[in-house]
């Protein structure tokens, strides 16, 4: 079965400093992972996605991930966070086989400070 | 703008009624997926069509059904609706039937059962 972890539920950091969101991952086949970002009272966009080519992922606004098969992990990180930024983050786990639907990390939410 | 609209964009109802949402798909998108997200539970899967036909079925009570007509627009029936099934419903739409697809989601309908 697949699961996935984010280990922090709330993140906060101050404008220009870097991000860092964290996630685990549980899958029995080689998964497909996937970052989506979520703005109040929007839908969910997708950020970037892992699917077994490259294992450093980068995705739109900034944001990149890198899959560690040995750590079972799909951090996402941006160097430099922006006041836009603040949303929450959900981490996404599918298998890279079958029909088995995304499985929703609870998500983080990331507030950006001033 | 992800291109999928989803109507209405909020719904009051009460315990016992019985409601529809509306999702239109991106222009050339065949599959459609069902979301409900509510604080308690985070965003769940509830169910995918691919062209008309039924793919994949997550975590959706008996008491909802959903359906994709020809021109590929969907509708999730709510029936005996519960003070629990108050939640954001995304709707989201992808290319194929292949869930590694990107899905691009609509703005939500925010179901609030009183």
């Known amino acids: 079965a697949q699961s996935v972890t984010q280990l922090d539920s709330h993140v906060s950091v101050s404008e220009g400093t870097p991000v860092l969101l964290r996630c685990n991952y549980s899958?029995?086949?080689?998964?497909?992972l996937f970052w989506y970002v979520q703005h109040p009272n929007k839908g969910l966009q997708l950020l970037l996605k892992?699917?077994?080519?490259?294992?450093l992922v980068k995705g739109i606004n900034g944001f990149e991930a890198e899959f560690k098969k040995s750590e079972t992990s799909f951090h996402l990180t941006k160097p430099s966070a922006h006041m836009s930024d603040a949303a929450e983050y959900f981490c996404?786990?599918?298998?890279?086989?079958?029909?088995?639907?995304?499985?929703f990390g609870k998500g983080t939410r990331l507030s950006v400070i001033a | 703008d992800s291109g999928v609209t989803q109507t209405p964009k909020h719904l009051i109802t009460a315990t016992g009624q019985r409601v529809t949402l509306r999702c239109s798909p991106r222009?050339?998108?065949?599959?459609v997926y069902w979301y409900q997200q509510s604080l308690d539970q985070g965003l769940q899967f509830l169910i995918q069509?691919?062209?008309?036909?039924?793919?994949a079925k997550g975590n959706i009570l008996e008491r909802f059904s959903a359906q994709q007509f020809p021109d590929l627009h969907s509708e999730l029936n709510l029936s005996s609706l519960e003070l629990g099934d108050s939640a954001l419903y995304f709707c989201?739409?992808?290319?194929?039937?292949?869930?590694?697809?990107?899905?691009?989601f609509g703005p939500g309908t925010r179901l609030t059962v009183l």
């Open positions: 989201a739409s992808s290319e194929g039937q292949g869930l590694v697809n990107e899905q691009f």
């Open positions: 899958s029995s086949y080689s998964p497909s």
């Open positions: 892992y699917t077994s080519a490259a294992t």
């Open positions: 996404v786990v599918s298998p890279f086989s079958g029909n088995t639907p995304l499985v």
């Open positions: 222009s050339g998108d065949l599959s």
């Open positions: 069509y691919y062209n008309g036909e039924e793919r």
